[in-house]
Nanobody
Framework: VQLQASGGGVVQPGGSLRLSCTAS????????MGWFRQAPGKERVTVAA????????SYTSSVKGRFAIPRDNAKNTVYLQMNSLKPEDTAVYYC??????????????WGKGTLVTVSS
């Protein structure tokens, strides 16, 4: 199983980025997908999650209204659309997959991270 994340980079405050995570080696449409982030010196935290059918999404409070987590099961890909970026969004972002209903129940697979830097 592989989760390949991409799309990170350097962006100015107020800008936008879209992260992509493409999965292989698993039945993507059966997995709840999540994005996590880890800022320097801090623990990894959940950013957003989406159910296998895309019927349900959840976001940490600090990104609500700014981030979106769509998925395309035909392309085995989940995205993280990040708008109105702030310096505090700077972190390494990881995608993850779980057969559970909630990502908090435990992660089956992690992708390698992609670095997002928000700086002027």
């Amino acid at each position: 199983v592989q989760l390949q994340a991409s799309g990170g980079g350097v962006v100015q405050p107020g800008g936008s980025l879209r992260l992509s995570c493409t999965a292989s080696g698993l039945t993507f449409s059966r997995y709840t997908m999540g994005w996590f982030r880890q800022a320097p010196g801090k623990e990894r935290v959940t950013v957003a999650a989406i159910s296998w059918s895309a019927a349900s999404t959840s976001y940490t409070s600090s990104v609500k209204g700014r981030f979106a987590i769509p998925r395309d099961n035909a392309k085995n890909t989940v995205y993280l659309q990040m708008n109105s970026l702030k310096p505090e969004d700077t972190a390494v972002y990881y995608c993850a997959a779980t057969r559970g209903v909630y990502v908090s129940a435990g992660i089956d697979y992690w992708g390698k991270g992609t670095l997002v830097t928000v700086s002027s």
